[in-house]
Every structure is written in C-alpha cells, then in structure tokens.
C-alpha cells in the first residue's frame, strides 16, 4: 500500500497489542473462515471467537458479523472477495471485461482506473480485500483459468498487474492480492492444481517478474497456489514463501493460502499424514494466513505449545496480518465509504475499458458497417447469453451457482447493443446453436453478425480442457451460413483463445471478445458501426492446433523449424495482433547510441502517422534479444510498449529509454544479470513488422 503511515508508530502499535494477546488471540488472527467451507453454525462460532479474517460475506451477514465482533471488543476482521473483473459478486457492481479481455487494451492507464473503480465498490460494501489480479501466466491453453490470466507475456502481465495493485490499494481502504504465488498457470498438462514441472531458474525467468512488480507497486497480500513445484507443494515451500518472497523481494504484507491447502497436502497431494503437520509446515514455510481450513486453528495452538511452531514465528505471521490492517485504518474509526456500486462513473469507465479490448483480427473490408440500411441478422447463442458475455466470477457463478439470476447490473450482450445502434426494425435474432450440439433452423440475410464461441463451464477452476477446438455445431452452422448470406461478420465471446481457422475460412471478419463484460455487448456493435476504430491487440497467442500448445512467443530457439509435420507452421495469430480501420505508418525509428554502458540508457525513437481515414490508437512494441548469452534466451521479449491515439492525418513522436537492466537473464547460477555483448531491439506494430536495432551493452 502507498499510503503514507508513521512505520514507528505503526510497529510499537503492534508490539503492544501483541504483548496484551493470549494464544488463541493470536492464532486465530491467522485463519481465515468461509460459511460455504465451514458451514453457517461454525462460521458464527469464529465470529465470536473472532478470527482474523472471513471471505465471501456480503448482504446482511457481514455488518451483522462486523458489528457483534466489535462490540465483543475483539480486533476488526478483515474480510475478502473474488472481485475478479469488478466486484461482480455482488449483483448490481460493474461487471468489467475478464482480466484477458482487458490485457487486449495494453493500457496501463485504464486497468488502473479499473482498479480504483472496483475498490470503491468493494468498500462500499465494507469489504476490504479483493483476491486479485491474477498473475499467472496465460502459456498452456488448456489450463481452465487461462480467461483470469493478463495473458502470456510475464512484462505485460508485469505491467497490467502493477497499473491493476495501484488502483485497487490508492484509495487506502482495501488491499489487492497477487495470486497464485507461484507458476499455477504453468501446471502440467495444462491440469489445475498438478505440479509445475519447472526449475529455480526458469521461476525467477518467467514467473516471478510480475509478482517483483505487484510488491513494488504497494501490493498488501499474496495468495500461494494449490499446485507443487518439482514435487513441493508451493504452500510448504520456505524457498519460495520466506527466502525470495520475504528475503530477497522485500514483501511486507502477508501471504494467505488458497482454499483449504492445508487439507489438500494430506489428503491429495499426501505429504502429511494429518492437518496438525500440514498447518504447522504451512506457518514455517511462510504462511501467515490459512483460507478455510478449520484445523489450522486448533492445530497451531497446539504446536506452539508443543514447540513445533515457535512464538517468535507465530508473532512475525500475526505482526504481518495486523500491519495490515492498521495501514488499512481498521483500528480508526473513521471507515467511511460512499456507495458507489454501479455507479454512473463506472459504466463509463466499463464502456471504456471495452471498446480498447475488443481485437480485430480479419477484415476483408467488410468492416465498418457504416449505417448499413441491410436487414442484419445476428445469430448464436453467444449473442444473447449474459453468463458467457460476462465470464466466470459472477454472482451467477460463485459463492453458489445460481444461473436464474435477474442481472441488477448492465448486461449488453451483442444482441442488446446490436439493438441500440443499428435498431431493433433493422435486425433479426436467430439462436442457430446451443451447447448440446444442436443447429436450428437458419434463415438468409445479407449481413450476418455470428457470435461463437464457448460456455463459461468450458472454463474455471477445475475446468481444463484437452483442446481449444470450436464446438462442430458452431463451425456446421457457420457454413451453412456462408452460402446463406453475403458477409459474415464473426465474434468470438469466449474465455479464452480458440482455433479459428475454419472460422476464418468461412467469414470476412472476426472479431475477438473474450468475456467482454456488461458493456460489450454494446462496444462491440458500436466498432462494427464504426463508431470507433478497435485498437486492441492479442495478448496472447492462437494456435492452428490444440497440439502446437504451448505456442507462447517468447519461446527458447531450437533449430528444426518450430514446426510440426501435420499442422500449418507458426500461430494463426500473433501475441501482440490486431487490425486497425485506420493506417499507421511508422518512421525515423532509432537509436540514440550504439553502445549501452552500466548507469546508463540509449532512448529508442521514432514517429508515427495516421493515414488511414479514421481517428485511432496504435499499440507501439518494443522487444529484444540477446545475440549471444551464456544460457539460451528467448526468440523474442517484450520489454516496452506504448498505446498512442492518433487523430486522422496526426503524427506524433514516441520513445523508449533501455537501461541495462532492461535486457537482463538469469544465469545458470540464478542471478539475474545483464551480459556485455550485442543485443538486437526491435520496434512496430507486431511481430511480423518490426525494424531491428542493434546496440551493444559495453
Ligand atoms: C480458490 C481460487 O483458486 C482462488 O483464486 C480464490 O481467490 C479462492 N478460491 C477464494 O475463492
């Protein structure tokens, strides 16, 4: 958090509320309790006791639970929510784009104003914690949270994930939580909660860069992942939980475990024989807080006891929880929190968000539509479903499944915002497919707005799939649809990248969405009005095939082809993709010097022009590559970006400054270094057009 608090102050608060606590007192500041887990009778039994912290609690139950614990003079709890893309839990918040639909926008900018957004909302309800972002990386498609994920590349991720922790900490009333510490996304076979077949060395490469940017942009809590690596269950880990987390980056607020770890180390992944062993590994691996769990409490009383868990841990994870909650204000009075649960601002902002995220990625000319006068016909199921245009993480979804909700929030699907811009009298609705395979009857129509893609249930937690496949129904439909209409205009709503090959084939544009939140469905129609020119880009990449997964960019160079014998080479689509209505021409790009010393930087430069015919915003990359390094270094990485709106006939300049650091790899030893020697840099629009620099680091 960047609030500014008197550290002293702070410390002795602390040392002298610790020194008046019992035992119990100060282990139950260390567990974390849900009624969903528990059940309703234990979770009042915790409130009375007053445990440290409670999750999913909303309606009347949390003032109501708040209220007891004060007046039984006990220290405030802190309570959590999955406000995953908005405080969607609660019916009625704003309901954001998925965490990957927003990454599209590669702007830092608005994912930080998101963030405040959905503070202030979470606070508005008296909840101070939200489990998010997300900073996993989004590399093995078939993982079932590949849609929570900002993607594949660790510096996107790095630099969404810090923009997403400085909104939701500025306020100073609710913390963020990084999470899952550690390669979660990387689990083997792309299976949730399996272990992350990974070395030290490759962490610190690839996982662990966004989380070093979360901590340095003021991050309170950490969440360690239910998977293992290299056979450790993470949440048993001292390497990763106190001696890197702790030790080497510095992190000051305190780490909580993922739903019942405790339980799941004896009983699947079986390296304790029970609860009281697993609880005590998971305090002196680094732990300070255990989600759920119920044991974990009667076990650390005992261990302390026992001498297995020392006082002087116990206290280092209770001063960890209880810093937290005095930076957070909860010992003042003084809370205060307008509601602003769907507020007005916060649509606009959603609207925003949306129309940045959308990806173009064909368009044989078809788009814009430009007031088109045609009858347009608007079919799948996907254009009128909520649950799938809004994603996972709703008050439909969790704490409980409950589909038959009426949405209190806006909910735009396509065919909602299809019918604000061009006109219900213009349009007509036709469901075509449903997710048992089924394909209606179609009718013919000049243009055709055909909205694909999956299920929320195709993805989640315990939602992996063997392959990214289109279902056959949709693409059957899709064909009969193409000898029925003259253009065919594609949106993807999904959770994730699917194939689009024979989606490609068979239309003249395709739009992808992911899970574009309660107002895509109206930035959507809005960009095939052409209301606005789309600016999103990919950040992550589409395969031909489910077999080339992973397909990652930043993969290590080998030397036969990257290329299978029975699929097309390379990806269908590009990290970093995106089509424009409008014309960027870049120019003048440059160098400042050819030599890079220590201390200092070279500014890679250029200009760039909009010569097409409609105002827009170009994504700037920037990438590099070591030429020759003592450990293999990747093809490609990304190490800048800028997103430029350019009116029509505009040109602007933009810069990158590069310090040594920026090019950095972490050597066989597991240090990060920069190595003297050439690097190459390269600039554009994506990474099939991009002018190469060279500079040597002397
Ligand atoms: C399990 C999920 O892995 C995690 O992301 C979430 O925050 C917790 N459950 C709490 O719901």
Redo the contacts with the bound molecule.
Sequence with gaps: MNKKIDTEKCESFIDDLISKMTLEQKVLQLQQVSANCVGEKKFWEFVDKGAGSF?HVLGKDLPKAKKKMKNADKIPAIYGI?AIHGHALHNGATVFPSQLSMACSWNPKLVEEMGVATASEVASDGIEWM?SPVLCLGRDLRWGRVDETFGEDPYLVGELGAAIVRGYEKAGNVIACA??YLGYGEATGGMDSYDTEVTERKIREVFLPPFKKAIDAGCSSI?TA?GSIDGTPITASHRLMTEILRDELGFDGFVVT??CNVEHMVNDQKVFPSNYESSVACINAGNDMCMNSPDFYPSIVKAVKNGDVTEETLNDRVRNVLRVKYRLGMFENNRKQRNTIGAEKHKKLNHAIAKESLVLLENNGVLPLKKSTDKIGVYGLNATDVHNTYGDWTFYTHPDLNLNATPLSEAYTVWEGMKVVFGEGNLFYNQGYDFNGNIFELQACDTAVVVLGDHFTHNG?CHDRQGIEVEKNQIEMLKRLRKLCKNIIVVMICGKPLLLDEVKENSDAIIMAFNPGGRGGLAIAEMINGDFSPSGKLPISIPHRSGQIPCYYNRLPGWHAWKYVDSPAGNAYDFGDGLSYTKFDYAEIKVSSKKLREGKSVTVSGRITNNGDYDGAEIVQLYYRDVVSSVITPVKNLCGFRKIFLKKGETKNFSFKIKPEDLSLVNANCERVTEKGKFQLFVGANLKNLTVLEIEYV
């Design positions: 999750l999955d489990f999470k899952h969440m239910y993922d739903w937690e």
